[in-house]
């Protein structure tokens, strides 16, 4: 894949069958990395997915673009690191023109009713849900899975989501019917951590 060139069925929406349980894990993968790997099969393990939508994001409007690698290279690299058959490496919010996540997530379920979806998100992402574009509309649109990262084991306390949306937390215990649950509801997944991050990685670089 040339770096300044995306093959089209990168910019599809990935197909999922009626009835199926679909994480949609989005980010900007600048660089992807294990860590994301270990966040993507935790929630397919603990949650009973049949699919994960590795959503490649053309850039966070809460970041810096500054060091932002081409979107094809960033979907290169995520198929390297996403191994699972079960995960779908996509970018089709490019080909929707789409920066905020909240409308990604009102087309995806406009448009795969018959689909029960999940948000994936990191636990360090957790602590600053509340400035993303319309997030408590986002919270009420799919459950939301929170997998545990270095550093944000107690944002479920903290975070301002968690506060707001306390009463709708799910226990973990019950993460694999959290596809059954009307939003709001979330839950905050344990487990292994990988202490890698886009961030050092492109510090190192």
């Known amino acids: 894949m040339l ?26 993968f600048n660089p992807p990395h294990r860590g994301h790997a270990l966040v993507a099969e935790i929630a397919i393990r603990r949650l009973g997915l049949d699919q994960l939508w590795w959503m490649v994001t053309p850039g ?16 290169a ?20 023109g ?6 990604t997530l009102a087309h995806v379920k406009a448009r795969n009713s018959r689909v029960h979806f ?3 998100m990191g636990a360090d992402s957790l602590n600053t849900f509340h400035r993303w574009q319309k997030w408590e509309e ?4 799919f459950p939301i899975a929170v997998i545990d990262r270095p550093g944000s084991t107690l944002s479920y306390l903290s975070a301002k989501m968690a506060k707001t949306f ?5 226990d973990e215990d019950d993460a694999r019917v959290l596809w059954k649950k009307r939003a ?16 050092a990685l492109r510090a190192a670089q």
């Open 138 to 141: 986002i919270a009420r649109t």
């Open 98 to 103: 789409m920066n905020y996540t909240a409308d």
């Open 3 to 28: 770096r300044e060139e995306i093959d089209q069925r990168y910019l599809r929406m990935p197909h999922a069958e009626r009835g199926m349980v679909v994480g949609l894990f989005g980010g900007s």
């Open 118 to 120: 999940i948000w994936i």
């Open 184 to 199: 709001p509801a979330w839950t905050f997944i344990h487990g292994p951590r990988s202490a890698l991050s886009s961030t």
């Open 77 to 96: 690299l995520s198929e390297m690191v996403a191994r699972d058959p079960r995960i779908k490496v996509t970018a089709f919010e490019q080909a929707l």
């Open 60 to 75: 966070n409007p809460l970041k810096n673009h500054n060091h932002l690698a081409p979107l094809a290279e960033r979907i």
């Open 166 to 170: 306390h009463y709708a937390r799910v």
